[in-house]
C-alpha cells in the first residue's frame, strides 16, 4: 500500500550487476527511505522476502529501509544489493515500455509493480506469478540481472496481450517474448555492453545468438528440439527458435 505520508526522493546505491546508479524512492521521514517509487504508473514496490517461501508471501515481506538514501548494502552476507538491482531494473523496464511502446506498466493500465527479492533459500529461480515478481538468490548469485528483471515483467505483458498458454509451443513462444524484451531493455539502458546472453555472470542460461551453446535449438523442430513432458514441454528450450530468428 501506499504511506499516506510518503514522499517522492532519488536514492543512489551499487547495484550488485549493473554498478552505480540513482533510481527513485519513497520517503516517510526526512530519514527513512523505502524502496517504493510512485512517479511511474501505478508504483514500483520492491520488497525482501527474507528466504521465505513463495506460499508465504506476500505476508512474510517485509520493506528494504535505508535512514540516508544512500543505499550502502551487504553484498557479501545478505546481498541486498540484488534489491537496487530489481527496484533500478524494474524502473528502466517501466520506462522502455512506456517510452518505446506507450504501456504503463505490465498491464497497459497503470499496474502497481511488486517484486519480492531473496525469496526461498538459495532458490535457483525468478518469475512472474500473474500478480508480482520473485527473485531468488540462487548459488550465491541472485538472479536479479535486468535482462532478468525485465523478462519477468514482459510475463505480465504477454499474459495481457497475447494470453499464450505457459506449455508447448506457446509457453515457448511466451518464454522467447521474455527473452526478446529483457534483452531489448538491456540494449535500451545501455547498449554499448548489452549482449544476447540471458542472465550474467555465474547464470547465464541462453544465448539468443547461438541457442546451440545451452543445447536449444535454433531451428522448429531441429536440433535439441524437445518432445516431452519436462518443463512444461520444453518452454525453456524451443524459445531457442524464436530467440535465434
Known amino acids: 500500500f501506499k504511506l499516506d505520508c510518503s514522499h517522492e526522493a532519488t536514492g543512489t546505491g551499487t547495484t550488485r550487476y549493473s554498478g552505480f546508479q540513482s533510481f527513485k524512492t519513497d520517503s516517510i521521514s526526512p530519514s527513512y527511505f523505502l524502496l517504493r517509487d ?22 512474510s515481506a517485509v520493506d528494504f529501509v535505508d535512514f540516508y538514501n544512500t543505499w550502502i548494502v551487504d553484498d557479501s552476507v545478505a546481498k541486498d544489493d540484488a534489491a537496487l538491482d530489481v527496484h533500478w531494473g524494474l524502473q528502466q523496464s517501466y ?8 504501456r504503463d506498466s505490465w498491464d497497459g493500465d497503470g499496474r502497481t509493480m511488486i517484486a519480492y527479492v531473496h525469496v526461498g533459500s538459495n532458490w535457483f529461480n525468478a518469475r512472474f506469478n500473474g500478480k508480482w515478481m520473485e527473485f531468488g538468490d540462487g548459488s550465491g548469485h541472485p538472479l536479479t540481472s535486468l ?4 523478462h519477468e515483467m514482459t510475463h505480465g505483458v504477454t499474459r495481457t496481450t ?11 513462444l511466451n518464454e ?8 531489448s531493455v538491456d540494449y535500451f539502458v545501455d547498449p554499448g555492453s548489452a549482449d544476447y546472453e540471458i542472465g550474467k555472470e555465474n547464470f547465464t542460461f541462453r544465448d539468443m545468438s547461438n541457442p546451440g551453446l545451452f543445447l536449444d535449438p535454433d531451428t522448429y523442430q531441429g ?23
Open 95 to 102: 520506462d522502455y515500455f512506456f517510452n518505446t511502446h506507450g
Open 223 to 245: 536440433n535439441n528440439w524437445y518432445m516431452g513432458p519436462l518443463d512444461n514441454g520444453g518452454v525453456h528450450t524451443n524459445s531457442g527458435v524464436q530467440n535465434f530468428w
Open 162 to 172: 497475447a494470453g499464450l498458454i505457459y506449455e508447448d509451443e506457446s509457453g515457448a
Open 176 to 183: 522467447s517474448f521474455s527473452d526478446i524484451f529483457g534483452v
Open 147 to 150: 535482462d532478468v528483471v525485465a
Open 38 to 59: 510512485y512517479s511511474r504508473g501505478g508504483g514500483i514496490e520492491t520488497y525482501n522476502a527474507q528466504k521465505f517461501e513463495s506460499s508465504q508471501l506476500p505476508d
